[in-house]
Structures are given as C-alpha cells and as structure tokens.
Nanobody
C-alpha cells in the first residue's frame, strides 16, 4: 500500500513558478515509478510526467518539456514537480500517482493522491 499526499499548489501569474511535492507512505517507495497527471476544467485527466523508481528515467508531455522537471528523493519518500514558465493552459488539478512500471497511461497507476490545484493567471 502507498498513500500519497500532494502539496504546493496555488495561484501564480503566467511566467511564474511553482514546486509541487508528493509525500508517500509505505516501505517500498523506491519500487514504484511516480507520475504526475493533471485535469483542467472541462478536460480529461492527462499525463504530465513520470520518473522511474531509481530516478534515472523520466518522460514528459511534449507541452511541458523544458518547463517542468520531475525529481524524487527516495530517502524522503517524496517526488517533486518543478514547474517554470507557467502558462494559463497549465491550470489544472495536479495528481501524483504510483505505478509498478514506467507508464504514461493513468489506468496503469495503482495509487493516487487527492490532487492539488494549480491556477495560472494571464
């Protein structure tokens, strides 16, 4: 079992930055790939990024490449999402999730956090 709690969301002007954190419970955190997904108003949930259990492999949605960076600290059982150069279209509820394998599809993720709201003002 993995319990996930996100934090760090908020209101920011376009071009600004936010850092999301996702704290995990459970003894096998490093066995899980960790992903970030988001769901904007009136939109379906979409993949944003994932990081492998070791932290050596990452993947990103094309529209966030070069602006967002995922990282993890296995000792702290925490995954981070550094978001720079934010745009209004990044406005969404952001969810972290845990999967046994590196995946981009939400159905492949076993555990989910409750989400944190990110709002980017134009």
């Amino acid at each position: 079992q993995v319990h996930l709690v996100e934090s760090g969301g908020g209101l920011v002007q376009a071009g600004g930055s936010l850092r999301l954190s996702c704290a995990a419970s459970g003894r096998t955190f490093s066995n899980y790939a960790m992903g970030w997904f988001r769901q904007g108003p009136g939109k379906e949930r979409e993949f944003v990024t994932f990081i492998s259990g070791s932290g050596l492999t990452t993947d990103y949605l094309d529209s966030v490449k070069g602006r967002f960076t995922i990282s993890r600290d296995n000792a702290k059982k925490t995954v981070y999402l550094q978001m720079n150069m934010l745009k209004p279209e990044d406005t969404a509820v952001y969810y972290c999730a845990a999967a046994r394998y590196n995946r981009r599809t939400s159905d492949d993720y076993d555990y989910w956090g409750q989400g944190t709201q990110v709002t980017v003002l134009s």
